[in-house]
């Protein structure tokens, strides 16, 4: 299905453990984007990537490792959960130039830590 | 750095009438892009209408449209007819033009719309 797709959507895991969220788009996006979205706060950028192989932080990247080794994927792992890491994680996709450009978002995973 | 603030963190409107969100930012910036998302219950992020600042006119689409005010930095999504579907979540949102490190999102904190039948 073309698109912006996330996995898995719902997550439970303990305090301590490596979680890898995993996105993929279809439509060769140039630009792809981690958020995390926390009551009282809207959406804030973990990390974000240019393009394969480059990829840089956002505003709250601490404790979270990103990677992009195909343009059409960026997985976020969380090296070590922590319960203030419980969010719901959304994942954008965007090209690259262009006045009109608009960033298209997954569906977004609710990760719970216990 | 650029902010964005929405200060309503709730609003009601009844069906079929109009409802104003507001939306202020800051920013030293020219030229950017502001953007308002709506996210229904099933979380998808929804994009429901786009400005660019060196536009004068305000942006419209269908029910929705935009009043721009540059020189207040502000951005409010008026809703008209209101409908139960518009019953959402709704982030205002900032972005610098492409070309840069970045063309991350700079979102608000969101205010939530009840549609009243």
């Known amino acids: 299905d073309a698109g912006i797709t996330q996995s898995p959507r719902y997550k439970i895991t303990e305090t301590g453990r490596q979680v890898t969220l995993m996105c993929h788009q279809t439509?060769?996006?140039?630009?792809m984007f981690w958020y995390r979205q926390d009551l009282g706060h809207g959406l804030r950028l973990i990390y974000y990537?240019?393009?394969?192989?480059?990829?840089d932080k956002g505003e709250v990247p601490d404790g979270y490792v990103v990677s992009r080794s195909k343009t059409e994927n960026f997985p976020l792992t969380l090296e070590s959960a922590t319960r203030s890491q419980t969010s719901v994680y959304f994942c954008?996709?965007?090209?690259?130039?262009?006045?009109?450009?608009?960033?298209?978002f997954g569906p977004g995973t609710r990760l719970t830590v216990l | 750095a650029q902010t964005v603030t929405q200060s309503q963190p709730e609003m009601s409107v009844q069906e079929a009438e109009t409802v104003t969100l507001s939306c202020t930012y800051d920013?030293?910036?020219?030229?950017?892009?502001l953007f308002w998302y709506k996210q229904p219950p099933s979380r998808q992020m929804i994009l429901v209408i786009r400005?660019?600042?060196?536009?004068?006119q305000n942006a419209t689409e269908n029910r929705f449209s935009v009043n721009f005010q540059k020189a207040a930095k502000s951005f409010s999504l008026k809703i008209s007819d209101s409908q139960l579907g518009d019953a959402a979540m709704y982030f205002c949102?900032?972005?610098?033009?492409?070309?840069?490190?970045?063309?991350?999102?700079?979102f608000g904190t969101g205010t939530l719309l009840a549609v009243q039948p």
């Open positions: 920013t030293s910036e020219s030229d950017y892009y």
């Open positions: 400005q660019e600042a060196y536009k004068q």
């Open positions: 954008a996709s965007g090209p690259l130039t262009g006045r009109t450009d608009t960033q298209y």
């Open positions: 949102a900032y972005r610098t033009p492409a070309g840069g490190a970045t063309n991350k999102l700079i």
């Open positions: 990537s240019a393009a394969a192989d480059i990829t």
């Open positions: 439509w060769s996006h140039s630009y």
